[in-house]
Structures are given as C-alpha cells and as structure tokens.
C-alpha cells in the first residue's frame, strides 16, 4: 500500500468532500471528488489499496458520511492518523472501514513510502527500512464491528434474531 | 461518587445503575432528528438490508433544510425520496417548505426537545440541544439507519469537562463571542469525544437562545455534547410550548470532571475568528488593519434566532450597507420569519440594503443562497470558517456574532459593533 501523507491536523470533512458535492451519495460519484480542495491531484494519485496518512484531529467538522464513502470509493483503504475527531471515527467503524489512531504516525513516514499493515500485531510497517509503529489494538467491540462488515449488517441480525426482519 | 448529567442520561437509557466515562454502551434513544443530506443514504442503507420499519414514527423528526428550496434537481429528487420514504413509514413530523426551518432551531422551536432527553440527528450541530439538559449528539448516515431501525445506538459514555462561566457579558459582547473565547482557549479538539458543560450566573443569565448558540459551538471544539442543566428559563421556554412534565436531571455535587475551566466575562471583548480554523481567534479591538468585506452573513443554527435579528436590526436600522459589500439576513426558522416580520426587522433590513431569505442552511455550508468567489471575504454569524467551507476554496469566513456581522456591513470592513452600539445610545 503507497502512504499518501498530509502531515496537517484539523483535515475536516469539507475539505474531503466539498459540499457542493452533497447532492449525491453515491460512493463512485463522490470518489471523483475526494480530498478536492486540499489536493486537487489527489484522486490521480491513489491507486486500489493505499491508504492515508494524517495529523491530529482528522476528519473533523460535518457529520457527512460522504467523506468516508469518497475516500474509500477513490480506492483508500484505511486511514492512519495521530488522531480522530469523534463523528467521522465513529462514521469509519459502522462502515468497517479502517481509522487507525497511531499518534506521532504523520511526521514518521515521507509521502509514498509503501506501507503495510499488521492487524494482529497492531503496528506500521515501513517497508523500505522495515521500521514498526504500534498502534492502539482496536477494542473488541469495533473489531467485531469490522468483522461483520459494518454496523447495519450488525443491525440487520439482531432485528433478525427478534424476529423483526 | 456521584455523575454528571449527561452520565446520568445516559445510565437511565442504558438500563445502567451508574455508568462511568470510557463505558461502552447501547442507549435508548428518544428523538431521532433527519434532514436532507444526511438520509437519503440512511434509507437506501435500510432498503439494502430489507429493513421495510422504523421502529417509531412517532419518535422521528424530519426536516429538510440544507438545500431547501430545491438548490437543483438531484437535491429535489433526494427530498423527494424522503417525503416519500416518510410517508410509506407513517412519518407525521415532516416539515415542509412553508413551515420550514433550520432542524437545530426548528427543532427545540416546536417542542420536541426536552431535559432529560437521548437524541441523536445526523448533523454534527446536534449537540445544540444540549441547552435544554438532554444528551444530544450528532452522528452520520449508518448511525442514522441503524437508530431508525432499532431506536438505539452504542456510545461510549463521555468524559465531562466543566466550564464555570462568571459575571455579566459587557456591552457588545454575545453568547457567540464566549463560545468563540472558549474555543480560543481549548483549541478545536480541545473537547474532543468530552461533553461541555456549561454553568454559572452568566450561563442562568441567558435566555434559551443563547444557550443554544453556546452548545452548538461545541462541536467546534471537537466534543460529543454540550449541555446546561434546566432551570426556571427552561421551563418558561417549554411552558409556552405547552409542555410541563419533563423529568428533572442535575450533575450531582460530587461528580466527576476530567477538567473544570473557571472563565470570567468581565474582560470579554468582541471576537473574531480568522480564516481558517474557528480556534483562530482574535479581538476585533485589535485589528488595526481595514479588513474589506464583501459579504456580511446573518443566520444559520448558531446565530440565526429571533434574539440576533433583533441585535443586528439595533446596529443596522436607518443605516446603509457599504457599496461594495452584500448583506445576508437568514432566519433561521419560518416561525423566526414571521416574528420578525411582525416586529417590522425585516423592514429594517430591507430598508439597509440587505436581501432577507427564506429559512435554509444554503450558504452557510457553501451550498446554495450566497456562494463566495474565489478571493471573496465574509464575515459570518456560522459557526465554520474551514477553506472553502461557504464556497471557493480560495474565499475566507471570518465568524463573529450578528453585531459585529451588521456593524461589518454598514463599514464595509471588519469593525468593532460597539463603535456601532455607541452611535445609538
Ligand atoms: S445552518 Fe449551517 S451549521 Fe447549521 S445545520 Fe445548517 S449547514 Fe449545518
């Protein structure tokens, strides 16, 4: 995975997706339009698989969920950063979608290092010099959220299991 | 030891004796507010898994405001689909064109909102209505659909943080400045994942307006919620809704604070936050520079409410706004249109040369009603000066409350509105 690093803190989620984009929801109609008012060459960069990095607080700002589905519509797979602001954290785990708090992280990897993630371990990995940066293991609760994919297929069992859909 | 309201909240909805921060729960939720943007991506989400219910219609508020009226026609087809979707699951509280509004002002407005109280609204201003002693929080869309599914959600029972608020605002100086010092102070995630609570004489000194403009600024500080306890203001504010009974809930004398913030009013000035950060916070006295505006923005969820108007229109009656700058005046609410009408603001506004607009968020997310260009500035009574946030991202938002808004106009340059208030007296 190739890290694209925007070492800044506060990236709110208008800079992610622009409002002027909130008349559609569509992760492919978003996609195009990822982190446009940041970094206008972002979503030419991005290949299937990589991942971002950031500075403190990302994520911060509207609630809009656009802001996941863009990201991850424009092939982003997870986001690491030192941290999260609240909304867009808890927007990441209800999709499944990897937020990975690893504080210091943004000014520890140069943009286009090629990254890998352990899970089990919980760490980093730099390929090139093959340096590991431990993260917060993720509680059990969202590792189960990822797991089954996301909160509504959560949802949709447990209505099930009451017999309600 | 004892817990803090919004603890207190969250055990009585979570079937928990005690609940203690970092707790990981599922709450019962009482009030699920939606609007436009956010859930039309909740009902799709609901289709997909065959989810054909909500769990209560009754519970579920929907109003539309964002892009209201109609910006184009994706924006007219997703309200559309949620009229509909409203319809086919016996949604009764759909506020439509006419008796629209902004959802954080129409919300409390029309009686929904009461102490004691979960709510949850996929808009991250949610946590305005923690003026009236609920816990109120916003979330996105898959939130949403699950809360609509199942009538509740998991949280992690927040931290609180208190902020003790003294002495009388001095002249000139608003709800809006203090939330803007506090955010000054503890930076934009100084609060973050914490609820804000907010007490002292100057907090009990304030009518429920402001308190909501304090609250909704939270967020801009990255927490989870605010909340004031309810008192004697409280209550008036619901009796002349109608409502008397409502569960009493108070922080108990010894709860527990991550960190208690002492703030006295007394040497407040008028503020402003520069572009781009509502942290980057400065005093108007201090500009010494003539900072051109080309667009004075008077409304949205934080400073839009039938109270600001009125400052604004003291600053702007018989006066012209400057050649060269646009006036904005949006209230926030249909039924804030129409009291403003009857006390002749809107004449007053006119008159100056500002355009009055129907109740939408519009322009205030950058969406519609009052787009800047690219090297535009506007000074703004929001509550986001993020790049782009209000249109081009290589416009600037400068925040500040509804008299320094008005005075700004009338100078076409950012000014102090006590130079304004003076004049008048
Ligand atoms: S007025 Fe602005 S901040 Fe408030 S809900 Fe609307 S867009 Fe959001």
Redesign the interface.
């Known amino acids: 995975m190739k890290a694209h690093v925007y070492p800044r ?2 990236i ?1 989620t ?2 992610i997706i ?3 984009y ?4 569509r992760e492919e109609d978003l996609a195009a339009h990822a982190m446009e ?2 970094d206008p060459k972002f979503v030419k960069k991005v290949s299937e698989g990589d991942l971002i990095i950031a500075g ?2 990302f994520g ?7 802001a ?2 863009a990201l991850r519509g424009a092939g982003i797979r997870a986001v690491v950063a030192d ?1 999260f ?3 867009f954290y ?2 990441c785990i ?2 499944g979608f990897l937020a990975i708090e690893c504080p210091g992280i943004s000014e520890m990897i140069d943009d286009s290092s090629e990254i890998e993630i352990d899970l089990k371990s919980a760490e980093i990995i730099e390929l090139r010099s093959g340096k590991r940066y431990p993260f917060k293991p993720f ?1 059990e ?1 969202v590792k189960a959220m990822i797991s089954a994919g ?4 959560k ?2 069992q ?2 099930a299991e009451k017999g309600l ?1 | 030891m004892g817990m803090t309201i919004t603890e207190k909240i969250l055990a009585r909805h979570s079937a928990h004796e005690k609940v203690s921060p970092g707790m990981l729960i599922n709450a019962g939720l009482d009030l699920i507010m939606c609007h436009d943007v956010t859930t039309t991506p909740a009902i799709d989400m609901l289709k997909k898994q065959g989810i054909q219910k909500v769990f209560d219609p009754r519970k579920i508020v929907i109003m539309p405001d964002h892009f209201v009226p109609n910006k184009d026609i994706k924006s007219a087809e997703m309200i559309r689909k949620i009229r509909l979707w409203a319809r086919e699951n016996g949604i009764d509280a759909f506020y439509e064109l006419g008796r629209h509004g902004v959802c954080h002002a129409l919300l409390p407005e029309q009686g929904y909102v009461l102490p004691g109280m979960t709510i949850v609204g996929a808009d991250s201003h949610t946590c305005t209505h923690g003026a009236f002693a609920a816990f109120s929080t916003g979330i996105g869309s898959t939130d949403l659909a699950a809360a609509l599914a199942t009538g509740e959600l998991w949280f992690k029972v927040p931290s609180s943080l208190l902020f003790r608020i003294r002495g009388k605002l001095p002249k000139g100086v608003y709800a809006k400045d203090l939330i803007l010092e506090i955010i000054r102070r503890i930076g934009v995630d100084g609060a973050l994942y914490r609820a804000m609570e907010f007490r002292g004489d100057t907090v009990e000194n304030m009518g429920m307006e402001e308190r909501m403009t304090l609250c909704n600024m939270a967020i801009e500080a990255g927490a989870k919620s605010g909340i004031i306890a309810a008192d004697q203001v409280t209550a008036k504010y619901l009796q002349e809704r109608g409502i008397e009974n409502y569960s009493q809930v108070e922080s108990d004398p010894d709860a527990v604070y991550e960190k208690t913030y002492e703030i006295d009013t007394g040497s407040l000035e008028p503020l402003l936050a520069f572009p781009h950060l509502p942290s980057n916070v400065r005093p108007v006295s201090e500009i010494k520079e003539k900072i051109p505006v080309d667009q004075a923005y008077i409304g949205s969820c934080t400073n839009g409410h039938i109270s600001d108007l009125r400052i604004a229109a003291q600053i702007l009656k018989g006066k012209k706004v400057a050649s060269g700058t646009r006036c904005i005046v949006v209230p926030a609410s249909t039924e804030i249109w129409k009291q403003a009408n009857r006390e002749g603001l809107l004449d007053i506004f006119t008159e100056a040369g500002a355009a009055v607009s129907t109740p939408t968020c519009g322009a205030c997310l950058g969406g519609h009603m009052g787009i800047l260009a690219a090297g535009e500035r506007c000074v703004s009574t929001t509550n986001r000066n993020f790049v782009g946030r209000m249109g081009s991202p290589d416009s600037e938002v400068y925040l500040a409350s509804p008299a320094t808004a008005a005075a700004s106009a009338i100078c076409g340059y950012i000014c102090d509105p006590r130079t304004c208030l003076e004049e008048k007296s």
């Open positions: 803190n506060d709110n208008d800079e622009p409002a002027r909130l008349n559609m929801d008012d940041i403190e607080n911060c700002g509207s609630s809009r969920e656009h996941v589905w941290s602001a609240r909304i808890r927007n209800n999709n509680p609760f996301g909160l509504m297929k949802v949709r447990q209505l859909a």
